[in-house]
């Protein structure tokens, strides 16, 4: 026995090693909760034509501006169209295409975009892109796009009847644009950088200027308010895109964060973190259903009476309304506990959201409210 009982304590130590060692601490980064200012993506739109479709492409008497796009593209080419004549060209859509520059893109670097119809076009399917500027906000061209799409998606039509998967009247070029003109950063200006947190947070912002002052010595980043961190960094080029790389890998002790509950109003979404919290509370709540149903009647008149036949809508109106019971929530201090006891409730989704809105204003939930 006395043997026996070393050996089960070195296989229970073992297995608490084996059981701390497979369940890693997860750890936030720098990188994943802040970013260095000028260092982001530019949105890029310019206005195009596809042609190639078989027959699904915009009616130029429904999209009148596919028409005149065709005249001046055909221009560009020497193509002089006498006056007075109207196109109607089945085989080409106007479309507005979208992409994202990303920060240090340089010339010559392909770029996926996406290619939407803006006209009444059926499908761009097995459409080809004609070489479309690509502009940014300051009206400069960045980029050129130009390629074959891919539609994710397939449809047939029929005698009134139709059938399709998926949307066709939009699609995805991939590597289909080329820069043509980089965009400076003010990465490598001036003695410091500014670190932007994704959201502003007092406790965010100070545990984030204490890790690269451990790391870096002391005096090397300040906050200066919830959201900015000004950080001293190299001049030299090579070293700053080193003193970045480590800089956003380390590691930060982040505190608990608020309580919040996003509500999306359109889907009946709700989302809540780990700490929102219940308060004891009594929650009723009851169902209410209204039943409309029309049925035709014909009324018919007597013979050789001269009358006509008439049709008339026969219409009842049912309301029901369930009983709710009053029931009683007790206090919840973990999102399980929370989960459980709104679940016990039985409401739908949307119910849940004038449910929770009720909550908030009578004190019982711990939490911030964002509907979206």
Known sequence: MSRLLPSLLKL???????????????????????????????????????????????????????????????????????????????????????????PFA???????????????????????????????????VYAIAQGNLVVGGAGASAGGSKVQINHLSAGRIPGGALVERSVPTALQMGDSIQLDLNS??????????????????????????????????????????????????????????????????????????????LAPCAVAHGNLSVTISSTPVVSQPGALSGGQTVVTEKTDIALKQEPGALINMPAGTKLADV????????ATPQDLLAILQAMKSAGAIMAELEVI
């Open 200 to 277: 502003a947070d007092f406790a965010t912002a100070r545990a984030v200027a204490s890790a690269i002052n451990r790391a870096k010595g002391a005096g090397t980043a300040q906050a200066l308010d919830g959201r900015v961190v000004r950080v001293r960094a190299p001049s030299n080029p090579d070293e700053r895109v080193s003193f970045l790389a480590d800089m956003e890998n380390l590691s930060l002790d982040l505190a608990t964060p608020a309580a919040r509950i996003v509500i999306n109003a359109r889907t009946g979404s709700v989302v809540m973190n780990q700490a929102v919290t």
């Open 12 to 102: 229970s130590i073992g297995f608490s090693l084996m059981i701390a060692l497979a369940v890693p601490a997860a750890a936030a980064r720098i990188k994943e909760v802040a970013s260095v200012a000028g260092v982001r993506n530019n949105p890029l739109t310019g206005y195009g034509l596809v042609v190639g479709l078989d027959g699904t492409g915009d009616q130029t008497t429904q999209a009148p501006f596919t028409g005149q796009s065709l005249a001046a593209m055909l221009q560009q080419f020497g193509v002089v169209l006498p006056p007075g004549i109207t196109m109607q060209p089945r085989n080409i859509a106007a479309v507005m295409v979208t992409t994202q520059l990303p």
């Open 106 to 140: 340089q010339p010559g670097q392909p770029l996926d975009i996406v290619v939407s119809s803006m006209g009444n076009a059926k499908s761009l399917r097995g459409g080809t892109l004609i070489a479309t500027p690509l502009r940014g906000a300051d009206g400069q």
């Open 339 to 346: 989960v459980k006891a709104l679940n016990a409730m039985g």
